[in-house]
């Protein structure tokens, strides 16, 4: 049996205790200070008061005031606090890991330097917990995988990454069950910017809803799937883009962690309902200040970080300006309040389409 310690006991990270607890092996879900009140809902009823399922009742649940006892002797620790908060997990990791432990992250996103360089969460995390890095091992989970649908064994498709083989091909007999269904790779950056950056399209497959309820369209017998598909076409497209230049396999874009994770986050979501907002007309700026106030954003966070991003490296001539045209569009429409006037001939290589002349015309 292998010890899991798990710090964050959000719906992911809560939800991954299944497979893990179905294989036979000890879970220890961790709340953040944040946390308070899901741990108090697991240990009076076990119920996560988020995903409205029971855990499993050998997953024991510990507050943050007892991380340091759930992570000592643990042979995995997972991450599974969300974006805004991988500073604060940087800080405590730094203090609470010990040598031969195996982190496993699950948080997505990216961080930009001054200059505009981009660096992957994993990588973060290494550089604030210090000398502590080089002395474990470091993993992450990606692809479409939805956390209510893990809590209640739906059949989901994903891959770990990382860059020690040995640790991946532990961690996925760990969690492998016959509907969590593991792949593996070593594209640790390819796998996490393609993760990262899905979260920044999914805003997009939002408009064409708010667009056809401005208009009073939504029951239309044709509605806005042509609109909807090229954005997203854009998007793969650009994914690709991202994960080249931040040192990846642009390959990786084409299955589980890029194109796959894309379609599932589109479905639906906090990003998407921004997106329906603003396809309505409202400005993002009302979107986040009143529509919205207080949900976190954190597809719309990654789009801020991204293209202030793309602006730097632009100014350092790393990045041609017509580079990434669909992310620096929605930039526009979260940082300015641009109105919906999608760029559509800086698309696709900036191919412009081509009219049809017909034979009188000639």
């Known amino acids: 049996m292998t010890t899991i310690a798990v ?29 308070d009140h899901i741990i108090d809902s697991i240990k009076a009823t076990r119920v996560h008061p988020v995903l409205k399922v029971a855990l499993d009742e050998n997953v024991q649940p510990y507050y943050f005031t007892e991380a340091a006892q ?33 982190v496993l992250v699950i948080t997505k996103g990216l961080q930009a330097d001054a200059d505009g ?40 498709c994903v891959v770990f990454a990382g860059e020690d083989r040995a640790s991946l091909d532990f961690l996925a007999e760990l969690y492998g069950t016959d509907y969590y269904h593991v792949w593996t790779s070593t594209d640790f950056v390819g796998h996490e910017v393609g993760a990262a950056t899905k979260n920044v399209f999914a805003f997009a497959q939002g408009f064409a809803h708010g667009i056809l309820t401005a208009k009073g369209e939504l029951d239309a017998p044709y509605v806005m799937f042509n609109f909807s598909a090229a954005l997203f ?54 979107v986040r200040g009143v529509h919205m106030k207080g949900i976190t954003l954190e597809g719309v966070a990654a789009i801020g970080v991204v293209g202030e991003a793309l602006e730097r490296l632009t100014e350092r001539g790393v ?5 990434f045209p669909l992310v620096r569009f929605l930039y526009d429409v979260v940082a300015h309040d641009a109105p919906i006037d999608v760029p559509w001939t800086r698309f696709f290589g900036g191919l412009q389409p081509r009219r049809l002349v017909s034979a009188g015309q000639r």
């Not at 917990?129 to 692809?143: E, F, L, N």
């Not at 390959?251 to 894309?262: C, E, H």
């Open 70 to 102: 759930a992570v000592a002797g643990a042979d995995v620790v997972m991450v599974g606090v969300n974006s805004f908060g991988i500073d604060w997990a940087g800080e405590q990791l730094a203090r609470l890991l010990e040598p031969g432990q195996k």
């Open 7 to 35: 710090l964050g006991a959000g719906v992911m990270a809560s939800a991954l205790t299944n497979p893990a607890r179905d294989n036979g092996h000890e879970v220890r879900l961790i709340g953040t200070h944040l946390d």
């Open 319 to 323: 990045i041609e300006p017509s580079d």
């Open 233 to 286: 076409a854009e998007g793969s497209r650009e994914i690709h883009q991202f994960i080249e230049l931040i040192g990846g396999d642009p390959k990786t874009a084409d299955g589980l962690g890029g194109v796959g994770d894309m379609f599932v986050t589109s479905m639906g979501g906090r990003n998407v309902k921004a997106g329906q907002y603003v396809g309505a007309g409202i400005p993002f700026s009302e």
């Open 117 to 156: 360089t981009l660096r992957i969460l994993p990588h973060v995390l290494q550089r604030a917990v210090g000398p502590i890095a080089d002395r474990v091992t470091w993993s992450a989970i990606v692809g479409p995988c939805i956390a209510g649908e893990l809590a209640v064994r739906r059949p989901s």
